[in-house]
């Protein structure tokens, strides 16, 4: 299999790890001129650069990308916890890290399984690869706008915007795309920023809460970060679902045992989210010239950070070509590090067990998966598409 071009490629690859491994042998901090950027691989280099000081996660000249501005998209993207610094972030981050915190494990379990059975009730996994796509992209906002409040009625219209605002706002989005995330923004700001939401006891209630809390007034921030709530989870759990069941499809001594052996799902999960992680990449942008793991960098420079790579760095997890339900001290990277790093790992896995334990009782014959997968069209995210031509 010839090997991926680079890391933007590697993404969508058959197999990229091989690639990602002779980075972090090779080239584990570069220059890459031809793609005009920086590339961090392994575990020491993503560490330090997810770590600086120096680093930003957006360019200093454009926080919000130019195509947004002035669109109900801009109001939502700007206000985001995950895609500012400075100022704006300090205030938001404690109040989103506290919000997560208080989510309740039982309930949340308890909401995923609902609605991994509701949405599966209504589909055939064993003719149907296209329903298996939509249920893979839907679970998740289904689970967090009811945590957030939203009435079971408006849960479908919820799920529906967040994919064309996700699809919206993602790098080199047409027109056509452009403009339908932008009225997606637009109703996500009234569904989520409605006075019904805000009385429901609910998650929102408590980021409104946390976020005063911690110093932050503006309404308009909370209602943003309750929406990127759902836009972060969007493909990240479609794909870490997908990426179970094609890891389980490989391995049918391991799916066999799911049925009897308690735990061992959350275990793939977590191997999963190493091995073929759902987010593969992310980038900072670096605001002023200075060190970052002994390589001289420039106000101006962009780094691509390879989380996917230092996952596979044998510093980091030794025999890291090795799937291992059982590893012991195993790092995984895929949720970031530092300042910006996700909080939200264990609301992830507990989407993505309900979600495969509600195929699995479907009858979804994982045998039959492997050689049909292509992945979604992306520069960062790893997404497998069930049916040919879907996305």
Known sequence: MKPPADPFSAVTH??????????????????????????????????????????????????????????????????????????????????????????????????????????????????????????????????????????????????RCIGRYVSGVSPGADVERLKRGTEAARDLIDLIGSPVIASEPGLLSVLSREARRAGCEDAGAIVANAIGFMTQAYEATAGLIGNTLLALAGRPELSARIPTDAGLLDDVIREVLRHDPPVQNTRRFIAADGRIAGRRMTAGDTVLVVLAAANHDAAANPEPERFDVARAHRRTFTFGAGPHACPGEQLAITIARAGIEGLLARGLPLGSLAGTVTYRPSANVRVPLFASGTG
């Open 14 to 159: 058959p197999d990229p790890y091989p690639y990602y491994r002779e980075l972090v042998a090779s080239r584990p901090l570069y220059r890459d001129d031809a793609l005009g950027l920086w590339v961090a691989a392994s575990a020491d280099a993503v560490t330090a650069v997810l770590t600086s000081p120096l680093g930003r996660v957006r360019p200093a000249a454009e926080p919000v990308p130019s195509a947004l501005l002035g669109s109900p998209a801009a109001d939502i993207f700007g206000r985001l916890v995950r895609m500012t610094d400075g100022p704006g972030h300090g205030v938001m981050k404690p109040g989103v890290a506290a919000t997560i915190d208080s989510i309740d494990a039982t309930r949340a379990g308890a909401l995923a399984e609902r609605w991994a059975q509701t949405l599966t009730a209504g589909i055939d996994p064993r003719s149907s690869p296209a329903q298996l796509d939509d249920f893979t992209n839907a679970l998740s906002t289904y689970v967090i706008a009811s945590l957030l409040g939203v009435p079971d009625h408006g849960l479908r219209h919820a799920e």
